[in-house]
């Protein structure tokens, strides 16, 4: 029998034993890192500094490029350092606590969605009382009560994994820490605590899901009554670049998830894992940039490419 511990170390087996392929991985997941990094950031830098920009559409926008941010950092330096050291040893205080912020930016990633789907059933579904719907303050407190939901179903996550036993010297066969695999080296009947978190976890996903759901079935309704055709292309205009991203959220998410017990530790879920942890966050951005004048245009100006002998 293996011996057992409330605070054991463990090694993350990352994407590859490969040294020349953790090399090609190091140079693609930098890349991709931080070019996240520059995408969101300078999207925060064009709402924060164009007047034009702040709206509810994009004051939601900001918090979802700010959480992306925060979500690629939890994971991606530890994988880089991983890939770079070939030593994916982590204490398991250190694999609790990128645990905990992984899932507090994994599920404000999940409400900032399902709350921008409202915003997008206001603006096309009641467009003259839209400016009382979405007024600052609503939107600050929507956004607030998610941060606090996030933290505290994350703190409830980690406290029930902190009273577990583990088996000491343990490989995890993810790049992260991450609930499954934890739970699978637990020494402990981690069946109450497995029940909890999917509990958990599914109330809050299922339910900002529904959201996105039904106002997206009332947006299409309201749009398929409009009489003309450029009229439903300017309602749907509006929603494209969130739709957009609320396909490749929850694909990926689903793919890293909902999965059968027999495909545990495959290279597959390894690759949605990597969709979901980095390469989504860092296509949010872009996907917003390349279908709205407004964020374009205001990038323009930031970057110095628009002057008044370009137009």
Partial sequence: ???????????LSGMSSDPENQQFLFCLFMALYLLGLLGNSLLLLAIGTDIHLHTPMYFFLSQLSLVDLCFTTTTAPKMLEDL??????????????????????????NLLLAIMAIDRYAAVCYPLHYPLVMRPSRCGVLVGISWGVAHLVSLVHILLLSQLSFHVNQEIPHFFC?????????CSD????????MALAGVLGISALFCVISS???????????????????????????????ILFYSTVFATYLKPPSTS?????????????????????FIY??????VKSSLKRILGMESSQDY
């Fill in 265 to 285: 530790h495959s290279s597959g879920e390894l690759v949605a894992a990597v969709m979901y942890t980095l390469v989504t966050p860092t296509l949010n951005p």
């Fill in 216 to 246: 997206y079935a009332r947006i299409f309704h309201a749009v398929a009554r409009v009489p003309s055709a450029q009229g439903k292309r300017k309602a749907l205009a509006t929603c494209s670049s969130h739709l957009s991203m609320v």
């Fill in 190 to 197: 981690a069946q109450l605590n497995e029940d909890l978190t």
């Fill in 178 to 186: 991450d609930f499954g695999p934890l739970l699978w080296l637990s």
């Fill in 289 to 294: 940039s390349l279908r709205n004048k407004n």
């Fill in 1 to 11: 029998r293996m011996n057992c511990s409330k605070t054991p170390d463990f090694v």
């Fill in 84 to 109: 770079w050291t070939h030593n994916g040893s982590i204490s398991f205080s250190g694999c609790l606590t990128q645990l905990y912020f992984f899932a507090v930016f994994a599920d404000m990633d």
